[in-house]
């Protein structure tokens, strides 16, 4: 990684040069990757990642359409969410780490045995990256009576129930290049380009 641009500096170009998107006539943004689900709006929230697995995975396992979209067990700023679903006659158990305290405590209970799951979220950012350092500063007169983080959170949840399309394997752009180039999930080419593992990595030798 080369190059970071956080949202309160791209807040601060944008401003800079003049725009503002009040005044901007509406149009669709560009393609490829112009559509969009309510299930990419909610990744921004602790849990939104969980959920937008969730929504696609308890299809794919099933064979059926959802009756609903909402796996609300995952949601919320707390440290260490569980939970267990069954999808097609399988227990599927999940867990939620919001920053790296509690990434460390869960990790250590999955290491030791205590606990066993079969989809992981961690965030680095208490509360997802509506937290995150480069996130629009609040004055203390404002963060110290409210919970910017669960007010930004319910932001997206509220986008992600106005959406039409809720649910990531509906985007039609995201069809269109699996049939187009991918194949299918989990195919060869889309581990190929889609999958990564860790490296270890160094600096000056450490």
Known sequence: MDVVLTTRELGRMI????????????????SPLGSGTGAAVIF?????VME?????ASELITGKTAKSVDFKEVRGVSGIKEASYKLGGKEIKVAVASGLKCAGELLERIKSGEADYQFVEIMACPGGCVNGGG????????????DIRAKRAEALYSRDRASTL?????????KELYAQYLGAPGSEKAHELLHTTYVRRTINGN
């Open 15 to 30: 401003d800079t040069m003049g725009i503002h998107f009040a005044e901007l006539p509406d149009e669709e943004f560009d």
């Open 44 to 48: 921004g929230a602790s849990g939104g």
């Open 52 to 56: 937008a697995a969730l929504r696609t």
């Open 135 to 146: 996130q629009p500063q609040v004055p203390y007169s404002i963060r110290n009576f409210v």
């Open 166 to 174: 809720r649910k990531s394997h509906e985007n039609p752009d995201v």
